[in-house]
């Protein structure tokens, strides 16, 4: 695995992570203790931090943070990189207080590495929502401070609203078949030195299954067409893919996904065929 720094911080986070958002079964099952396919989510869970990958994420709403408490519970508690959200209709302040005691006591933790506010909430005022994190980061129960799915109007206004700490991440809809963030947002936080989760990699797998068109490429690298698409994006600086894989085989097969590189052209090549096509 390949570590990079988070934001401008000097932490080591594997540059593939792994989601937890499974479908809204799961979440409706796992409120009564009856997650639809436990075991084999938990394997491949497992799978992943053997592997290295020490970025999880979820969700006060995914119905995963037990699953994520089982499946780290052996780990050093300084080599992973947890992160979690809180949703939309929690973020007054001592509703995100609540919200963040539910999340740490559903994860087994006494901090998170990464509080993300899920979706911002035009009726709730950002620096409410902002001021509370920086209370949770003095108190010790967050280390950094997220965002996801803000625009890029919404990022700054989060940006300025930050007293003491700095954002140290936004999460969006990113990958090969979805770059419209590189018109504004992703500019931004490169130069801002935020760090970007991509969610839907791979296009909720439809990525996966370009097989025919990025032949030339497969072969050329001896990589699936998942590896490829995860591979350009944890070659950027600073963007960290969050793929869910709930089957080990699939864990396994992103794990391949860093430690080589693509030449440009390659990577361009990629970008035409799947824009083409995804
Ligand atoms: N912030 C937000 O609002 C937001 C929104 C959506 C998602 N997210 C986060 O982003 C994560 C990823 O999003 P996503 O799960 O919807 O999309 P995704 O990662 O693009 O695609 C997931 C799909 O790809 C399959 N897959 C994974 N690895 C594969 C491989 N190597 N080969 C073939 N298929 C593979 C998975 O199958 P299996 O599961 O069967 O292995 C699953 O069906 C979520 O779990 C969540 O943590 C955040």
Redesign the pocket.
Known sequence: MIYKPFGRHEVNVSSVG?????DPLWIVTSRIGLGRGWAEKLR?LREGLQGGMNLI???EI?GSEPLVREAIKDYPRDQLFIAT?VWSNHLRREALIRALEGSLRRLGLSYVDLY?V??PNPRVPISETMGAMEEMVEKGKIRFIGI??FSLKQTEEAVHSLKKYELASI???Y?LSHREPERDLIPYCQREGIAV?A???????????MGEKLKPLTEKYGK????LA?NWLASKPNVF???????S???R??LGAVGWEMSDQDRKELEKITGDGG
């Open positions: 792994m989601g937890t958002y499974y491949a994420d979820t969700a995914y959200k993300q899920h979706f996801s799915n999460q969006i809809n990958s989760l969610y839907y990699p791979l296009a909720h797998g439809k990525l996966s299954l699936t067409p998942s590896q995860l893919p969050i793929p869910r894989a709930s089957r085989e699939h864990v097969e992103n």
